[in-house]
């Protein structure tokens, strides 16, 4: 008879002592922006504490298993240290995706159904309740069957609507998305670290992507005095700089990089902490970091204006919640038609995982 074997569960057994340390090893060059030597020396400090390793297996084992598993490389140059290799700039990103999209998989059911009824052209795993006009051969007969049983039992069974479960689904239309991040000093001001957490969602997006969205576009953009694109391979190393908020530039950046694209579905995701304080007159910057500039907002607004005028919809993920800073993200959601979200930190991956399906499910004619 085929069956399981059962073993009492340990805690703290879960995986190699590499494995855990690994993970661990990972958030750190995240958090030190690819300092090698900085994650490690942190890391033993965590060992000192917690005893992550023992006397069969200690630090100097790990760092070899990292450079023979190739996830550490030579400095380049005669260089005497060592820097990530691109082997653990993907297994970064996808652990960013699994921390992040592994949350959304808990959520309450119907956290990701789409204005368009009928039938996608993309099957997922996840499961939402059938509704009028659903097509049957999306149903989830195993569990419309167990709902069924537990609704009605087993002497009176009968399979109700309201027992149904279908597979969602999601139109396979095209999307070319523009991630703006803001690298503003705020965003590692008054002991918080705004930064790590945005880079963290911007691996995972890139990911999800890439890898399940290879049809789709990714841009990412950094904004602080001025906006520049950086690859996906840069991301783990972003750092803060001692800059203001220049989100025209960061706007102006997105909206030529958008026009290169050549499918109608095109949206722009802002992550940032503040207002906007710096804009460029010729060559010269104009700041003011008290208020609102009333000269600073009207050339953002514009902006947004435009892309409205575009069908580029910006949705802004603001990570503060001051009162002035609420009305102005208000006065600039309502310029482009766009859409708003004020998260804390630990909200901001699942927000923009959610919104970013959302959107795709929707067809841009």
């Not at 023979?68 to 005669?78: F, H, L, N, S, V």
């Not at 095109?266 to 910057?285: A, H, L, S």
Request: hydrophobic letters at 35%; aromatic letters at 10%; a neutral charge.
């Amino acid at each position: 008879m085929i069956g399981w074997n059962f073993t009492a569960y340990k805690p703290g057994q879960e995986g190699s002592i590499f494995d855990r340390l690994l993970k661990i090893f990972q958030e750190l060059l995240v958090y030190t922006s690819g300092d090698v030597s900085e994650a490690l020396s942190w890391l033993t400090e965590l060992d000192k504490q917690y005893r992550l390793t023992n006397s069969e297996y200690g630090m100097a084992d790990f760092i070899q298993d990292l450079i023979d598993k190739g996830y550490i490389r030579q400095e380049e140059a005669g260089g005497n240290g060592f820097v990530p290799s691109s082997k653990m700039e993907i297994a970064i990103r996808r652990k960013a995706l699994e921390d992040v999209f592994g949350q959304l998989k808990k959520t309450k059911r119907g956290n990701h159904s789409t204005k368009h009824s009928g039938r996608g052209d993309e099957f997922t795993s996840e499961l939402r309740p059938y509704e009028f006009g659903d097509q049957l051969d999306n149903l989830a007969v195993s569990e419309s069957l167990r709902n069924a049983q537990i609704n009605h039992g087993i002497d009176d069974f009968q399979l109700a609507q309201d027992d149904l479960e279908v597979y969602e689904t999601f139109f396979q239309s095209q999307m070319s998305t523009v991630l703006m991040i803001d690298i503003s000093h705020s965003m590692i001001l008054y002991g918080e670290d705004r930064i790590t957490p945005a880079k963290k969602v911007a691996m995972a997006l890139a990911e999800l992507i890439t890898t399940r969205y290879p049809k789709d576009t990714l841009d990412i953009i950094v904004f602080g005095d001025d906006a520049w694109q950086i690859e996906i391979k840069d991301l783990p190393y972003l750092e803060v700089g001692p800059y203001h908020t220049n989100t025209v530039a960061g706007l102006e950046l997105s909206m030529n990089l958008l026009r290169r694209r050549k499918n109608p579905n095109k949206q722009i995701f802002m992550i940032t902490d503040g207002k906007p304080t710096c804009i460029k007159k010729g060559k010269k910057y104009y700041k003011n970091s008290f208020g609102l500039d009333r000269m600073i907002v009207n050339r953002t607004l514009n902006l947004a204006r435009s892309c409205k005028k575009l069908q580029i919809p910006i949705t802004t993920f603001m990570i503060a919640q001051e009162p002035y800073l609420v009305r102005f993200v208000d006065q600039f959601t309502q310029a482009n038609d766009g859409k708003a979200f004020y998260s804390s930190l630990q909200g901001l991956g699942e927000l923009i995982f959610m919104d970013y399906k959302k959107n795709k499910a929707k067809r841009h004619r």
